[in-house]
């Protein structure tokens, strides 16, 4: 099993950054790759960013160019570092981890999520 908490959302302006931050716990040992998805009101869950466990990274061509994520192996988090906010960036922003092993295959798991809104 493993647990992902996030934290860093919050209000901004528009133009402004904010950092998310997403902790993970448990068989941290067995994930892959960690990213980002967020859902705004009304609209599907959508792929925001990845950064798997060796290779490079990927993002949503809505947000390449302002934001980065990066990750600090050594405490097992995850950040997601957004600049030149929009308004079309507030939603719920959820982290994932892909979880592999030879028993239990391949798992995905979700943090709980946590409110970015962007004001015009």
């Known amino acids: 099993q493993v647990q992902l908490v996030e934290s860093g959302g919050g209000l901004v302006q528009a133009g402004g950054s904010l950092r998310l931050s997403c902790a993970a716990s448990?068989?941290?040992?067995?994930?892959?790759?960690m990213g980002w998805y967020r859902q705004a009101p009304g609209k599907q869950r959508e792929f925001v960013a990845r950064?798997?466990?060796?290779?490079?990274?990927t993002y949503a061509d809505s947000v390449k160019d302002r934001f980065t994520i990066s990750r600090d192996s050594a405490k097992n988090t995850v950040y997601l570092l957004m600049d030149s906010l929009k308004a079309e960036d507030t939603a719920v922003y959820y982290c994932?981890?892909?979880?592999?092993?030879?028993?239990?295959?391949?798992?995905?798991?979700w943090g709980q999520g946590t409110q970015v809104t962007v004001s015009s």
């Open positions: 994932n981890a892909d979880s592999r092993s030879p028993l239990a295959g391949t798992i995905q798991y």
């Open positions: 950064i798997p466990k060796a290779g490079t990274t």
């Open positions: 448990g068989s941290v040992f067995t994930i892959n790759g």
